[in-house]
Structure formats: C-alpha cells, structure tokens
C-alpha cells in the first residue's frame, strides 16, 4: 500500500495534469470578429494590386509609379465605399513625417507619403495610433 501511495499516487497526478494541460491547448479561442473597415479595406486593397499589378518595376521611377498607382486605387475605392481619411491622422503623422525625413535624408513631403502608404493598409488600431480610414458622416436628408 505505502509503495502504491509512493509511485502511483504521483503518476496519476502526472496524468491528471497532463490531460488538463492537452485540454488547454486543444481549446478553441472564440473566433474574432472582422469589422467592416477589414472587409473593405482587404477588398479595396486587392482591387488595387489588381490596378497596379500590370505596371513594371524594372526602374526606381516605374517602382515609384506603381505605388503611387495603387495608393490611388485603393483611395478612391475606399472612398468609393464611404470611407474618407481620418481628420485626427495627419496631426499624428507629421512629427513622425518630420522625424522619418531626418532620419532617412528624404523630403519632408516624401516621407510623410510613405507613412500615409503604409498608414492605409493599416485596417486594425495599433497602440494609442489613430486609424486612417474613418467611415464618412452621411449627410441629413432633407
């Protein structure tokens, strides 16, 4: 009896655990909800590969055009869909802008296109970082 306490009593709690620590693992995270700004914004952003993928980028100023291209495509489909650039954006931006351009020996303006490029795709809020893309305000019928 004492030699059951001693190794089985022990193996069993090692089983117990092991059951409990295999169930924890194995269990299913509640699916997370994908707002409407993911949906658009994943759409619009294929659209707008779609637009630019055709355009070479065998030169810096072909690559540069294809960005540009579909940062346009992807602007005017999420406006399209009524979704415009978010007023509290831009005051957030341009210190970081301001910084970017220093630290990379760019434009001012250049660097802040860059970070709005890159500031579009951004679909899910991020640290106290406001979004780029707020829904539009419809207007009052009348």
Known sequence: MKRLLTFGLPIL?????AIYWYSEMNAEAPPRQISALE?????????????????PEALPFQKMEKAARRARVLEMCMNDRV?????????????????????????Y????????RASMLK???????????????????Q
């Not at 949906?39 to 659209?47: E, K, R, S, V, Y």
């Not at 979704?83 to 434009?107: F, R």
């Not at 303006?109 to 709005?116: S, T």
């Open 39 to 55: 949906i658009t914004g994943d759409a619009c952003d294929l659209i707008a590969e779609k637009a630019s993928m055709h355009l």
């Open 13 to 17: 709690a090692m089983i117990a655990m």
């Open 83 to 107: 979704y415009v650039e978010n007023p509290a954006w831009p005051a957030y931006a341009k210190p970081l802008a301001q910084k970017a351009a220093q630290a990379q020996q760019i434009s």
């Open 123 to 141: 679909l899910k809020p991020a640290n106290n970082e406001p979004l780029y893309w707020v829904a539009a305000k419809k207007p009052a019928k």
């Open 109 to 116: 303006d250049e660097a802040y296109e860059n970070l709005r």
